[in-house]
Every structure is written in structure tokens, then in C-alpha cells.
């Protein structure tokens, strides 16, 4: 598959999420996910001479897309390890990160890959090629109740218990190494009415688990609490509730899990402040161009 800028991916609100970074020509800024490379892009045409940009992706596919320009620093690298690379740049503080989470149009279009219920494929589902870990690793080798927690936590589905029993009797024949297979194996479980939703839900619970992609944000959302100097900006872009749940909580009281911390006279204390109380979404022309950004949630906020 020939991967250029353009067909990697698309990028999701980029006017909405490049200006809510109010970006300053001088300063240093961060795009975790590159990608195709559209908003590192529109935020290089933003940054003056002295500015300065790091973008991370641990696919080796968007390498392709690198920018040729001296203020970029292209980081091939999960974005959990963000402070310990800019421990290594020798970047204390930054003006602002970025964050377009979820999958890139890229993965969901590659037949090679296995992101897609679309394709028959080797059931992979590694963002990071170089990662040990399969879906079809974890689909073969995991117990039932853990294969069914995997399906209940970051897939929501009701039915996981069945879901996964139905697993551990396929596999028990033949291993699951293709999409195909693993369709087959619970393709009866599934309403017709809602069989498309549920299994992109399915899908969804299985890369999250491949990729650690909850942890990894939690990580990477710390780190730039950490980072951000007072008045930074943190713009980030939702694909689902999981993920939603976590970054609404850190930017609200300063943690993943929301816990409220309040000072003696009551009030919350956190290290953000909230740029918009209301959630941007994407324009329904947006909507109608780009089918991915219908689920996209953007939320900004600024360190204190």
C-alpha cells in the first residue's frame, strides 16, 4: 500500500484545535499523534523563525509524511514517553501539546493491518510494528475471564462473557489468526440490527488492549501537566467515551480518575482551567467530508 500525507490521514477540526493552542511564533510545541502530519503542518505555519516543534508517532508509516523543516523534530516514539524525550531534547517547559487520539484513516484503510472488519487480514492490530504483543497473541492466549473483562471495559459490550466463550471454543479447534477468523468465531452473537456497531466496539476493545492505549494516555496527560508552562495550552480530540472520560477528568481536577481535591474554602483545585465549558464538535460540512470526525470531541484547556 502506497502511503502518502494525504491518504494517511485526514485531519479532524483543524482550524477548531490549532487555534485553541493560540499559538505563540516563538515558542515550543508538541503534536503527539503525526500522523499524515496535517496539524503539525498548519502548526509550523503558525511558528516563527524561533520556534520550534516535536512530533511523535510510533507507526513507522508516517515517517513517509515528515516534514523537511529545521524547526521539526519528528520523534518516532509512543507519546507516553513524552517527558522522557524532551528530558532528552533538553526541553523543560513547552507552550502547548496536541492530541488526535484514536486510529488514523491510514490504519482503517490498510488491508495488511487487521484495524478493520472490512478486510480479511492477520488479526495484528499493532500501531507499533516492533511490539511484541498481537491481537491474535491475546485472542489465543488469554484466559476467558480476561478476555471477557478486555471486551467489557474497553468495549462496552454487554454480552463479553458470551462473547469471549465463544472465543475460547473457536480457538480450542484452530487458533484465530485473521480478522476473518475472529468474525467467524462471533458473528452468531451479534444482532443483525446492530451488527456493524457492535462489532467495531469489538474491534475497538481488542486495539485498545494491544496498543495499552488508556495507559498510555494517562501517561502522556501527567507528563504534560507536568510540562505545560503557566499559560500553556492542552488541545485534545476524542474518538469514544473511554478515552473522552479520561482526558475530561484530568483537564477538570488535575488526575485521570476525576477525584476532587479542594482547597479550605471548597474550591476545586486543578492544574488546568477550562478554555470552553462546551465541548467542541465538528461542523456537519466537516461531518459530511470526513465520516471519521462524526465521533470527534475537542476539548482545550490552559495551565494555570
Avoid at 508516517?62 to 521539526?72: F, T, V, Y
Wanted: neutral net charge.
Amino acid at each position: 500500500m502506497i502511503v502518502t500525507a494525504e491518504t494517511y490521514h485526514v485531519p479532524v477540526l483543524l482550524k477548531e484545535s490549532i487555534e485553541g493552542l493560540d499559538i505563540k511564533p516563538n515558542g515550543i510545541y508538541v503534536d503527539v499523534t503525526f500522523g499524515g502530519g496535517g496539524h503539525s503542518r498548519e502548526i509550523l505555519s503558525r511558528l516563527g523563525k524561533d520556534g520550534h516543534l516535536y512530533s511523535f508517532d510510533q507507526d513507522a508509516d508516517a515517517e513517509c509524511n515528515i516534514i523537511d523543516d529545521k524547526r521539526l523534530t519528528f520523534v518516532r516514539s509512543n507519546f507516553r514517553y513524552l517527558k522522557n524525550w524532551m528530558r532528552y531534547y533538553g526541553v523543560e517547559q513547552i507552550d502547548g501539546l496536541l492530541a488526535d487520539l484514536g486510529v488514523s484513516s491510514h490504519h482503517f484503510d490498510d488491508d495488511t493491518r487487521g484495524f478493520s472488519f472490512r478486510f480479511d487480514a492477520p488479526l495484528d492490530m499493532r500501531m507499533n510494528k516492533q511490539a511484541n504483543e498481537t491481537a491474535a497473541d491475546i485472542v489465543n492466549k488469554s484466559s476467558e475471564a480476561h478476555l471477557a473483562d478486555i471486551l467489557y471495559l474497553y468495549g462496552e459490550l454487554k454480552n463479553a462473557r458470551r462473547i469471549a466463550a465463544a472465543l475460547v471454543k473457536a480457538r480450542a479447534t484452530k487458533d484465530i489468526l485473521t480478522t476473518q477468523d475472529f468474525i467467524d468465531a462471533v458473528q452468531p452473537l451479534f444482532i443483525r440490527e446492530r451488527e456493524k456497531k457492535d462489532m467495531a466496539k469489538l474491534f475497538q476493545a481488542l486495539r485498545i488492549e494491544v496498543n495499552h492505549e488508556l495507559k498510555a494516555l494517562q501517561e502522556m496527560l501527567m507528563s504534560t501537566t507536568d510540562l505545560l508552562k503557566t499559560g500553556g495550552r492542552l488541545a485534545v480530540i476524542t474518538y469514544h467515551s473511554l478515552e473522552d472520560r479520561i482526558v475530561k477528568n484530568v483537564m477538570k481536577t488535575g488526575n485521570p480518575d476525576g477525584k476532587v481535591q479542594q482547597d479550605f474554602y471548597g474550591r476545586v483545585e486543578s492544574p488546568f482551567v477550562l478554555v470552553s465549558n462546551k465541548v467542541i464538535t465538528p461542523s456537519s460540512s466537516e461531518q459530511e467530508r470526513n465520516p471519521r470526525s462524526r465521533s470527534a470531541k475537542l476539548r482545550i484547556a490552559e495551565r494555570r
